[in-house]
């Protein structure tokens, strides 16, 4: 029999989730079923019992319940402590562990789809909300020289930077306004706020970009206007789809055990158009 896994979000509708899932398990020969589990607002934790009682082995967390799983998790994993919120829920018995995969999706796809480097560069992130958190310990993990948290409320990148700071090591570790960022430039500059969906962009200083920068815009499925800023002032772009699959290559392992190729899911889902894809 098939194990039985879902992605718990709302809305969930849209989601590449049980696409990206079966075409690993038919890749490794696992046996799965993996469907979209649609979570009514206030109603995570009955859902998630129900998913459990009808035999349910585990769960892909969306927005915007990444916080909620976090709470119900009996188990966390070091990065899902670091980031404060799980994407990936396992239940074995009466043990529900969580864990989080989207910083090992952004590093990954970054460092071996996009042959970028991250060791000794200076990167930017931009915003500090719950994408920024699940990310900044896998980035620091990558020894860059430098990580500026860029906010529009700065108490709130100083947070991040608190709450990160014993992991900096030879990193050096900042935040500031988007105001403040003044005449600094970057060899990386990834885009973690939400403003893309809503055709906007952070107010940034012309010269950010260093030489063959690379623009990372965690939004995908459209060109937004951060990346075409980015393309105009001559950094390389991409969008946050690889990221996606390597989130969920990384929950399949969790899961499984065993870690699937990305590189032809990728390709298969670019060749999509973009308009049917969304979020995870």
């Known amino acids: 029999m098939s194990d039985l ?29 993996y469907k979209q ?23 892909n967390v969306t927005v915007p319940f990444k916080h909620e799983a976090f709470d119900l998790a009996t188990r966390r994993s070091a990065r899902a402590e670091q980031a404060g919120a799980v994407n990936t829920l396992s239940f074995d018995g009466d043990v529900v562990a969580g864990d989080n995969t989207d910083g090992a999706g952004l590093t990954r796809d970054i460092t071996a789809n996009l042959g970028c480097a991250l060791r000794g560069k200076s990167i930017l992130l931009l915003g500090a ?8 310990g896998p980035l620091l ?3 860059p020289a430098a990580l500026v948290i860029a906010n529009r409320t700065v108490g709130k990148a100083e947070a991040l930077v608190q709450r990160f700071a014993a992991l900096a090591a030879s990193s050096r570790l900042a935040a500031c306004g988007y105001d403040a960022l003044g005449e600094q430039r970057f060899d ?4 973690a706020t939400s403003a893309g969906l809503a055709g906007d962009m952070p107010q940034l200083p012309e010269q950010l970009f260093a030489p063959h920068a690379l623009a990372y815009e965690m939004v995908y499925g459209k060109t937004t206007p951060f990346m075409q800023f980015a393309r105009a002032r001559g950094a390389t772009v991409a969008d946050g789809l690889g990221m996606l699959v390597e989130q969920a290559a990384e929950s399949f392992f969790v899961w499984r055990g065993v870690r699937p190729h990305t590189a032809p899911v990728l390709a298969a889902l670019r060749d999509e158009p973009a308009a049917t894809r969304a979020a995870n």
Do not use: M
């Open 5 to 33: 896994y879902a992605v718990i979000g709302n809305p969930v509708a849209h989601s590449k989730s049980p696409a990206i899932h079966a075409a690993f398990a038919r890749q490794t020969f696992q046996l799965i079923d």
């Open 37 to 59: 589990l649609f979570c009514e607002f206030g109603a995570f934790n009955a859902t998630v019992q129900a998913f459990r009682a009808a035999g349910g082995k585990g769960l």
């Open 129 to 136: 909300g719950g994408a920024s958190y699940g990310v900044v």
């Open 141 to 143: 993990a990558a020894a």
């Open 188 to 191: 990386v500059v990834i885009n």
